[in-house]
């Protein structure tokens, strides 16, 4: 016979492995409001390949989340809804022929195929709820062109707005 507490234990650990997997679920009103913002973005897709890396950059004014936050958020949800996401980091040319420290050069350096360049517009808000946000895919391979973008905005919190962000980046990738 299992004693009482390995039998606590066991539903313990049961019950902890049934919740884990409902954690990132959408709920059905979720869902609803994802597929009404979806519906109203128009996607331009001009030959995107979405099996090479994607790098997230926000710009613009993020509020209080800061940009770097904001990229953190996109790649976790890009990643999740299928994409490959790459990183970038800024380099700056601090001194010149003279030695002196001034800021000659500042350049991104980034580690993917596409830039998914997303700019924040509207008023500041702590949780970005609001703000129209605009996405530009650029083709780091061609020259920087531009091969894709579309719009959407966001009206909720900021958890509900990283819940909508998986269907809305897994209809950019059904566009093709």
């Not at 234990?9 to 009103?29: A, D, E, G, R």
């Not at 099996?51 to 800061?66: A, Q, Y």
């Not at 000659?104 to 500041?124: C, H, R």
């Amino acid at each position: 016979m299992v004693k009482t507490y390995e039998m606590k234990k066991l539903l313990f650990f049961t019950i902890i492995i049934l919740c884990s997997f409902n954690i990132n679920s959408q709920t059905p009103k979720e869902l609803r409001k994802a597929n009404k913002i979806i519906s109203t973005i128009n996607f331009v897709n001009r030959g995107i390949d979405f099996n090479k890396t994607f790098v997230p950059i926000c710009k613009g004014e993020w509020g209080l989340v800061g940009n770097r936050a904001a990229e953190a958020i996109y790649s976790e949800k890009m990643f999740a809804a299928g994409l490959e996401v790459g990183t970038y980091h800024t380099e700056k040319t601090a001194k010149d022929a003279s030695n002196r420290e001034i800021n000659l050069k500042t350049s991104n350096i980034v580690s993917g195929d596409y830039t998914f360049e997303v700019t924040a517009g509207g008023f500041k808000s702590i949780a970005g709820a609001g703000q129209m946000k605009n996405v530009v895919i650029k083709d780091l391979n061609n020259n920087n062109k531009m091969v894709g973008s579309f719009s959407f905005k966001l009206i909720a919190s900021t958890a509900q707005n990283q819940n909508i962000l998986i269907p809305i980046f897994k209809a950019f990738i059904e566009s093709k």
